[in-house]
């Protein structure tokens, strides 16, 4: 079983809609969580962390399940420029080493 | 001018030959990290170092070396290339400010043929 779990997609979604997708984590003892995206061809960028009590930023809302070992992205009224690959990130210790699902992919459509 | 560059952007290569990719940053961070990114895995870490005296393997160190030259610099070292090392390589820095976000650089796209 992988580490970190992502639904691959391509999630089709038209423009305004609200698409969310989850990540599973194996390791009961992760510590932190963060959602990077990534554009076609280009390099991840941190989107936003993950705190337990949940937290949004704007359009995003990123929630934390840690009974069940899952994260969670919601966006709202989804943009054309919001299409990319979007990467769940765990980190298991209170060292360095974060773990990377290979990521799902959204194209938002008008 | 980006924080994280990397050179070159693109290499083709053949089996066999010895191979460099090169990363620096101006962001000031200690730590350094080489990645390599597949298509349907995830990143998957191949060396970091935490400052220019401390270097560590990471998940898929087999067939790579690395060099800290200086703070700014961390270099990835294919010995002796394989196509199975045909991927997209990223380079990454970050601080010890007690965040975990990770600045990455545009990536180097490698062919071994």
């Known amino acids: 079983r992988k580490e970190v779990e992502q639904d691959p997609g391509p999630f089709n979604v038209p423009e305004g809609a609200t698409v969310a997708f989850n990540c599973t984590y194996s390791n009961s003892a992760s510590q932190s969580f963060f959602w990077y995206r990534q554009d076609c061809r280009k390099e991840p960028k941190l989107l936003m962390s993950v705190y337990s009590s949940g937290n949004e930023d704007g359009r995003f809302t990123a929630q934390l399940n840690r009974a069940s070992q899952y994260i969670s992205l919601l966006i709202r009224d989804s943009k054309l420029s919001d299409s990319a690959t979007y990467l769940c990130v765990v980190n298991m210790d209170s060292n360095y080493q974060l773990i990377w699902g290979a990521g799902t992919k959204l194209i938002i459509k008008p | 001018d980006a924080d994280v560059t990397q050179t070159p952007r693109n290499r083709i290569t053949k089996t066999g030959k010895r191979i460099m990719l090169e990363c620096s940053q101006t962001k000031g961070h200690d730590r350094m990290y080489w990645y390599r990114q597949d298509p349907g895995l995830g990143l998957r870490l191949i060396y970091y170092s935490f400052d220019v005296k401390d270097i560590n393997k990471g998940e898929i160190s087999d067939g790579y070396s690395v060099s800290r030259q200086a703070q700014a610099k961390f270099s990835l070292s294919l010995e002796s290339a394989i196509p199975n090392q045909t991927a997209l390589y990223f380079c990454?820095?970050?601080?010890?400010?007690?965040?975990?976000?990770?600045?990455f650089g545009p990536g180097t796209r490698l062919t071994v043929t």
């Open positions: 990454a820095t970050s601080d010890f400010s007690g965040s975990y976000e990770q600045y």
